[in-house]
């Protein structure tokens, strides 16, 4: 059984940092961060690979986000730079089994959110 548990998530003011984190426990693979805005559709911001060598991010996140993982700690992270009011969502950490997914049908395991507020 997988789980997950994120934390990190707060209030900042645009230009600033945020770092979340996500602690899983069970078997996985492709681990991502998505995110859900009031009103939208929850979409995928960033994927790391089981390897940590393959990497995606979300077009209007590349540059300023960063995935990363320590396996031996089995904690995900996304680092978050220079943050814009329109990254404001409550962000979830998902699991996959499969290698390498971008897929969010293929992400079946799922925390339960952390909220990250940006202030302009």
């Known amino acids: 059984q997988v789980q997950l548990v994120e934390s990190g998530g707060g209030l900042v003011q645009a230009g600033g940092s945020l770092r979340v984190s996500c602690a899983h426990s069970?078997?996985?693979?492709?681990m991502g961060w998505f995110r859900q805005a009031p009103g939208k559709e929850r979409e995928l911001v960033a994927a790391?690979?089981?390897?940590?060598?393959?990497?995606y991010y979300k077009g209007s996140v590349k540059g300023r986000f960063t995935i990363s993982k320590d396996n031996a700690k089995n904690t995900v992270y996304l680092q978050m730079n220079s943050l814009k009011p329109e990254d404001t969502a409550v962000y979830y950490c998902?699991?996959?089994?499969?290698?390498?997914?971008?897929?969010?049908?293929?992400?079946?395991?799922w925390g339960q959110g952390t909220q990250v507020t940006v202030s302009s």
């Open positions: 790391i690979s089981t390897t940590g060598l393959n990497t």
């Open positions: 998902a699991a996959s089994t499969a290698f390498w997914s971008t897929s969010k049908a293929e992400y079946g395991y």
């Open positions: 069970g078997r996985t693979f492709s």
